[in-house]
């Protein structure tokens, strides 16, 4: 079976700060992991994939087979980051659909 | 355009009314999907249409029809939906449903915001 952990459903940090949101999966094969961004009142969007290796908006996402992890990172935290954050992963078995994680809802304070 | 358009944005309906929310992309995606989203959770997948043909329908009620006209759009017919049935109706679409390397990525609608009383 697939899953996906995000140990923390809510994050709270000051502006500048570096932030890490954690996100762990259990998945027999290759997974292809993403990170999702739900902004208050917008639609859900791709923030990054792990195959585009990639930094927007200043947040990295490196996938650690070894410890089946994906954590998403950000050195400085702006306000404008405040937004919920979903870990999602699709494999080989189950085509396109996604395996969502609960969510980290992140919060950076001024 | 990477839009996938929702409407209504907003629906109020009582449990004997009869609705559709409606779904539109014209990126040429091939797959297209409907979830529904409560508060603070993340999304959970209803149906997969696949070239126009329901794939995967997550042992949903009756009470909600899905459809698939053509490959831009996407319908849910609504019928004697429940109090508990209010939440956020989510469309997706991708370029297909099957597994491809890097993964395909799904847009998501802004979504139906959807109050039964």
Partial sequence: ?110 | DTEVTQTPKHLVMGMTNKKSLKCEQHMGHRAMYWYKQKAKKPPELMFVYSYEKLSINESVPSRFSPECPNSSLLNLHLHALQPEDSALYLCASSLTYEFTSGGNIQYFGAGTRLSVL
């Fill in chain 1, 1 to 110: 079976a697939q899953r996906v952990t995000q140990p923390e459903k809510l994050l709270s940090v000051f502006k500048g700060a570096p932030v890490e949101l954690k996100c762990n999966y259990s998945y027999s094969g290759s997974p292809e992991l993403f990170w999702y961004v739900q902004y208050s009142r917008q639609r859900l969007q791709l923030l990054l994939r792990h195959i585009s290796r990639e930094s927007i908006k200043g947040f990295t996402a490196d996938l650690n087979k070894g410890e089946t992890s994906f954590h998403l990172k950000k050195p400085f935290a702006q306000e404008e980051d405040s937004a919920m954050y979903y870990c999602a992963l699709s494999g080989r078995a189950s085509g396109s659909r996604l395996t969502f994680g609960e969510g980290t809802q992140l919060t950076v304070n001024p």
